[in-house]
């Protein structure tokens, strides 16, 4: 089983829905839960940083994290064609540079 | 700009040649990191470096493959005697190790290896 599951997609929306992108993980020791979004043939880009559960907001994006359940979220609101890329979750242990594992990514394409 | 740079781009080796890839980091980012990517997959880690330590090797394969950031210019992947199942983007990121957004590690266009 891997760490980090991420349903690789593509998840196809029309432009204006609300996307939900999942993550579910296996170590409960993970605290710190990240997105980046990646555009072909680019580096990933740091979207979200969390630590623990909760809520966090940025604009047009909501990250969720429950630990309890071992599943996190990323939200969209108002979802625009220059959102289509691929998104990664990601997460660690410890804030203290330790290695980051990342989920497989989504591929998300936004209909004009 | 002054943000994570990766040189060469692209780069085609022949199998059994030698591949070096560079990374140098934001300015002011003393931590840096080689991550792989596969097609359709996400990124693997490979190696966590401070100014002349690895402080984290346990994503690196075993034979072939060295890395080092020296004190002074770019980080440096090296992958000995290449073969065609090391094909994949190579992507370095970096952070600062300091202040409140210590360990956000930061990404560089990556390396795209190709070997033939």
């Known amino acids: 089983q891997k760490e980090v599951e991420q349903d690789p997609g593509p998840l196809s929306v029309p432009e204006g829905a609300i996307v939900s992108l999942n993550c579910t993980y296996s170590n409960s020791a993970f605290q710190y839960f990240m997105w980046y979004r990646q555009y072909s043939r680019k580096g990933p880009e740091l979207l979200m940083y969390t630590y623990s559960s909760g809520n966090k907001e940025d604009g047009r994006f909501t990250a969720q994290v429950d630990k309890s359940s071992k599943y996190i979220s990323l939200f969209i609101r108002d979802s625009q064609p220059s959102d289509s890329a691929t998104y990664l979750c990601a997460m660690e242990v410890e804030s203290s540079a330790s290695k980051i594992i990342f989920g497989s990514g989504t591929r998300l394409s936004i209909r004009p | 700009n002054a943000g994570v740079m990766q040189n060469p781009r692209h780069l085609v080796r022949r199998r059994g040649q030698e591949a070096r890839l560079r990374c140098s980091p934001m300015?002011?980012?003393?931590?840096v990191y080689w991550y792989r990517q596969l097609p359709e997959e996400g990124l693997k880690f490979m190696v966590y470096?401070?100014?002349?330590?690895?402080?984290?090797e346990s994503g690196m394969p075993k034979e072939r493959f060295s890395a080092e950031f020296p004190k002074e210019g770019p980080s440096i992947l090296r992958i000995q005697q290449v073969v065609r199942g090391d094909s994949a983007a190579y992507f370095c990121a970096s952070s600062s190790g300091t202040g409140a957004l210590a360990y956000e590690q930061y990404f560089g266009p990556g390396t795209r290896l190709t070997v033939t």
């Open positions: 300015k002011g980012h003393s931590h």
């Open positions: 470096l401070q100014k002349e330590n690895i402080i984290d």
